[in-house]
């Protein structure tokens, strides 16, 4: 079985620049995961997606990130424009649909984007 | 606010000895908590689960131990080994948070020979 792709693997951009991130979860799993985690942190969540609908995107700073997943697939995270404070790993995950409540189901992460902003 | 917590950036075990890995949470809505393992470059991978409703859960070499009253759970590894070497991150997850995971900071375990 695939795991989470993620691209590109590294980003290095000036300060006010654009950037896109690019995750393919899983085949089958219904549920995304945007992480942002700085060195010398645990991950925190940005946004997750319940097929192509947000479920949680309380953490999204949105007057610089955006998130898509129009298919319900594939998924592209944005910055615009960038922040010194952005420079961080950015890690997709992904999870099967949780049909009883109580048990969180397993996420399995890609390898992130290491994202440097000068 | 930081409602996971693991205080104990690095820890450095010998080979063959118990690792013992410790976290502790202060929202008591968490119902579910979980370790994941990290190696360089690479994305977190889960290792080992508890629900709220247990103080123990093992597996192979590794077991996980919840004190509720004390808002405190911890990773036993034993016996350690080289490979173990990893950054290891607690998570915890509510009912009805939709799956939502809340992670800690993070112990660097290193095994030596």
């Known amino acids: 079985e695939a795991g989470v792709a993620q691209s590109p693997r590294y980003k290095i951009i000036e300060k006010r620049q654009s950037v896109a991130f690019w995750c393919n979860p899983i085949s089958g799993h219904a549920t995304l995961y945007w992480y942002q985690q700085i060195l010398g942190q645990g991950p925190k969540l940005l946004i997750q997606?319940?097929?192509?609908?947000?479920?949680?995107d309380s953490q999204l700073p949105k007057d610089r990130f955006s998130a898509e997943r129009l298919k319900g697939v594939d998924s592209t995270l944005k910055i615009q424009p960038a922040k010194l404070e952005d420079s961080a790993v950015y890690l997709c995950?992904?999870?099967?649909?949780?049909?009883?409540?109580?048990?969180?189901?397993?996420?399995?992460f890609g390898p992130g984007t290491r994202l440097t902003v000068t | 606010d930081q409602q996971v917590k693991q205080n104990s950036p690095s820890l450095s075990v010998q080979e063959g000895r118990i690792s013992i890995l410790n976290c502790d949470y202060t929202n008591s809505m968490f119902d579910y908590f979980l370790w994941y393992k990290k190696y360089p470059a690479e994305g977190p991978t889960f290792l080992i689960s508890i629900s709220s409703i247990k103080d123990k859960n093992e597996d192979g070499r590794f077991t996980v131990f919840l004190n509720k009253s004390a808002k405190h759970l911890s990773l036993h590894i034993v016996p350690s080994q080289p490979g173990d070497s990893a950054v290891y991150f607690c998570?915890?997850?509510?009912?009805?948070?939709?799956?939502?995971?809340?992670f800690g900071t993070g112990t660097q375990l290193k095994v030596e020979l």
């Open positions: 995950a992904s999870s099967l649909l949780r049909l009883t409540p109580g048990q969180p189901y397993e996420q399995y």
């Open positions: 997606f319940q097929n192509n609908g947000v479920v949680d």
């Open positions: 998570a915890a997850s509510r009912r009805g948070g939709g799956n939502k995971l809340t």
